[in-house]
């Protein structure tokens, strides 16, 4: 395979992934500038083997793709078939955070990076194959004791049964982290469970567009 079609190909892999050249140099324990220089620039004029061999489990991809010689075995996929490494799903962390007090606005839901999860403990908490989790940081209070402001939470954004629980939701065009109680006749209840924050009863279900539900918590000690 030509030099230019396994820049082209690898390329074409970052774009559609939305990965950065820095993120995947980094990755590689190179410099920031070295992927965006292969593809640029053509140096160096081959990828080194370990490197090829990461960047092809990183995107579920055949080594042969990025100029292994001869025919190289397919890399195993995660189990969702999304990117994986090693059994792992790469899971991306928003910057805004889920207010758990007056809300954050839409416009600021922007990657700020991506974290490995094992595909295996996804499952035992509860996070299909087929969704497209998300890990966003708590800002507030209002939900406290269940969930303190600076919590990371993992949030399965796959579409979900109408069931009492914690979720991300859009209300009043804003982000907030609340519990929801689903009520008979369709209504809803929008609950803060730190009782200095008001929680809100007999809501249209049509003004609350559910995100996704938390399913996890960190918080640092």
Known sequence: MENMEIRENLDRLVR???VSYSALSEMLGRNAAY????IRKGSP????EADRR????????????????????????SKDGG??????RFIPRLSVGASAGSGAHNDDELQAGRIACDDAWLQKIGVSVASEPSIIQV??????PSLKDGDDILVDRSPQRARDGIYVIRMDDMLMVKRLAFGP???????????QYPSYEGID????????????RGEKI
């Open 185 to 195: 006749g369709g209504q809803l209840s929008v609950i803060s469970d730190n009782k």
């Open 205 to 216: 279900p049509a003004n609350v567009t559910i995100i996704g539900k938390v399913v996890w």
């Open 83 to 88: 990117s994986g490494f090693n059994g792992m």
């Open 16 to 18: 559609e992934r939305g």
């Open 139 to 144: 800002d507030g209070d209002s939900m406290e």
């Open 35 to 38: 992927i965006q220089q292969f």
């Open 45 to 48: 004029r081959k990828l080194d």
């Open 54 to 77: 990461v960047l092809a489990e990183f995107f579920g991809v055949s080594e042969d793709m990025l100029g292994a010689p001869g025919r190289s075995r397919p890399v195993g996929k």
